[in-house]
């Protein structure tokens, strides 16, 4: 399985970036797909995730990023609103195959810098 994530740039503060990630390689859908990021010098963190059809985002996005699912299979987005310069981050795709093993896979990560 191979995660192809897209869509992280440069954004000025209170804009707006549409990142996505799509799962190739395998007829099995995803029970959890979702987005982490990791900012300079601190741990890798959840965002936003979709897992077995509902979702769930760090306090922190509430109400600025949404997590959606695309038509086409394994695919989704993480729309992200206001965005602020603490949302400056490495954002990386991340899938959960429960029937599949290794059952977790990561994308390659996109940089997306959000200046003040």
């Known amino acids: 399985v191979q995660l192809q994530a897209s869509g992280g740039g440069l954004v000025q503060a209170g804009g707006s970036l549409r990142l996505s990630c799509a799962a190739s390689g395998t007829a099995f859908s995803f029970n959890a797909m979702g987005w982490y990021r990791q900012a300079p010098g601190k741990q890798r963190e959840l965002v936003a995730i979709i897992n077995d059809g509902s979702t769930n985002s760090a306090a922190s996005v509430k109400g600025r990023f949404t997590i959606s699912s695309g038509n086409v299979k394994n695919t989704v987005y993480l729309q992200m609103n206001s965005l602020k310069p603490e949302d400056t981050a490495v954002y990386y795709c991340?899938?959960?195959?429960?029937?599949?093993?290794?059952?977790?896979?990561w994308g390659q990560g996109t940089l997306v810098t959000v200046s003040s």
């Open positions: 991340h899938a959960f195959f429960r029937l599949l093993r290794p059952n977790q896979y």
